[in-house]
């Protein structure tokens, strides 16, 4: 069984920084490409970042371009967000996912496993 659990959110004022990490368990982690999504109150989820399977090529969505950095410990099944300059217009539940196939790194289809997501909430 494939389990993705996000960690590391929380309450941090507006310039402030989180680490986000994912745990993957239930499936061979150093052959997915892996992606953070976030989803606001009452707006669709949207992409955040993704990294490939090697960690050798990222993508980020142009909102938070130069602000947050994605990475990934394969030996450790693990991905990470730091996430700096925090705005609160970053507040979201941010979501790990996990995808096995080819695919667009930057659609929610491509993407075959999900996480439960964990809470960002950015204070002005």
């Known amino acids: 069984q494939v389990q993705l659990v996000e960690s590391g959110g929380g309450l941090v004022q507006a310039g402030g920084s989180l680490r986000l990490s994912c745990a993957a368990s239930?499936?061979?982690?150093?052959?997915?490409?892996m992606g953070w999504f976030r989803q606001a109150p009452g707006k669709e989820r949207e992409f955040v970042a993704a990294i490939s399977s090697s960690g050798g090529t990222t993508y980020y969505a142009d909102s938070i371009k130069g602000r947050f950095t994605i990475s990934r410990d394969n030996a450790k099944n693990t991905v990470f967000l730091q996430t700096n300059s925090l705005k609160p217009e970053d507040t979201a539940v941010y979501y790990c996912?996990?995808?096995?196939?080819?695919?667009?790194?930057?659609?929610?289809?491509?993407?075959?496993?999900w996480g439960q997501g964990t809470q960002v909430t950015v204070s002005s």
């Open positions: 239930g499936l061979t982690f150093s052959l997915y490409a």
């Open positions: 996912a996990a995808r096995g196939r080819a695919g667009a790194p930057r659609s929610p289809g491509s993407y075959d496993y």
